[in-house]
């Protein structure tokens, strides 16, 4: 699996244009609202394609729990992946999070930014992206 950068790159500009205020002394609500503008202008693009063989069909917001939840549907069977595939979408999922400050504005309030790969047959995969000072 090798990410289409053009597609990503697309992404992030839409979730940048999306959020543009840091979350310093945000309210839960106000982190709430920041984030359901994130999602939405997300889902108004949807399906997004991330790779070859990867789509984001679905993103959505739960505020309760403080979470943007990424679902992605992947045209491989699970069985067929390599054994460090699970590094390779985590380092891909903190690249994208963690390089959108959008997302990684959220992170830093204490958000979770949650990606769930659905492949075909086994158990889904999921990643929270995880970023760094």
């Excluded at 999922?93 to 949650?114: F, P, S």
């Excluded at 990643?127 to 760094?132: D, H, L």
Aim: hydrophobic fraction near 45%; glycine fraction near 6%; charged fraction near 20%.
């Amino acid at each position: 699996m090798k990410p289409l950068h053009l597609s990503a790159l697309t992404l992030a500009a839409a979730v940048s244009l999306a959020f543009t205020s840091p979350s310093a002394a945000q309210s839960p609500s106000e982190l709430c609202t920041k984030a359901n503008e994130v999602v939405n202008t997300l889902s108004n693009m949807v399906p997004i394609e991330v790779d070859a063989v990867t789509n984001t069909t679905a993103v959505v917001t739960d505020c309760g729990q403080s979470r943007i939840q990424f679902t992605r549907a992947v045209e491989l069977k699970l069985a067929s992946m390599e054994k460090d595939f699970r590094d390779f979408l985590q380092k891909q999922d903190n690249e994208y999070a963690c390089g959108d400050a959008a997302l990684k504005d959220l992170v830093a309030a204490g958000w979770t930014v949650r990606f769930s790969y659905r492949f075909q047959g086994g158990a889904p995969i999921v990643v929270e992206a995880k970023c760094g000072g």
